[in-house]
């Protein structure tokens, strides 16, 4: 027979509106009115609920600024632990969230990006985060990004629970054939770090080689436990005409 999964319905609506060249110093102002529902397959049961503005300017060195709010409406079907320290129970949950966000174009260097995010309809609580990453190329050989993630949970009859993530990536392409990444994680809520070093060499037209060496740290209530490991992946690209 068949298992039957549950699903959603969704439904979007937005009405934006493009200035060009609205000012001295602006290339576009968009201002936009967005609404959006779930539902459940059945529509017997109102999901979530949103609604709001927003407004984004660019300027001629293709510099953005946003902002926007919504009202948002969230239901919770089943009780279950925030960030496994906040429970969370069954029922309906209201409130407001607001953004603001700056970004610089891609083609500048370094790529530039920051988020700021407060809301007091997170599941009962407040939440209060900001994001931030940063790219960067030095020269033709070599690249870095940064990103990182940092929020603040208040939630009644809890302390306050600050949260971080944060990735890197260091990039090395000594030439076209051979590119040798440093990847790193790090993961406050999960408490691990997660560290890697990967080496790529296409010594064949689609054929390539991959050795990996991966390092996961977990220091979970203070306890540090490592697992260590080695991958290697080789690919051999074979065309065959018939």
């Known amino acids: 027979g068949f298992v039957r999964r549950p699903a959603i319905v ?31 397959d059945t529509l017997e049961e109102l999901l979530r609920l949103s609604g709001g503005w927003s407004i984004v300017l660019e300027t001629d060195e293709r510099l953005s600024f946003s902002a926007d709010a919504d009202y948002v409406q969230d239901v919770v079907r089943e009780p279950f632990a925030l960030a496994g320290q906040i429970d969370v129970e069954a029922g309906e949950y209201r409130g407001v969230r607001a953004h603001a966000g700056f970004a610089t174009p891609d083609s500048r260097n370094p790529v530039l990006g920051l988020d700021l995010t407060a809301q007091n309809a997170f599941f009962g609580g407040s939440l209060y985060r900001a994001d931030v990453s940063v790219s960067a190329a030095f020269g033709a050989h070599f690249r870095a990004e940064v990103g990182a993630s940092g929020a603040l949970l ?11 993530a944060v990735n890197s990536l260091f990039s090395v392409t000594p030439d076209p054939f051979v590119v040798i990444d440093a990847v790193g994680q790090l993961n406050t809520v999960a408490e691990r770090f997660i560290g890697m070093l990967r080496l790529r ?42």
């Open 201 to 242: 060499w296409r010594y064949l037209p689609g054929s390539d080689l991959f050795l990996v060496w991966r390092e996961v740290v977990d220091y979970l209530g203070g306890v540090v436990a490592t697992e260590e490991r080695v991958t290697l992946k080789v690919s051999y690209r074979y065309d065959a005409v018939l």
């Open 10 to 40: 969704q439904g979007n609506a937005s009405s934006p509106v493009v200035l060009r060249q609205p000012a001295r110093g602006l290339r576009t102002l968009t201002l936009g009115l967005a609404g959006r529902v779930e539902a459940s």
């Open 154 to 164: 208040d939630f009644r009859d809890h302390e306050l629970l600050p949260t971080l």
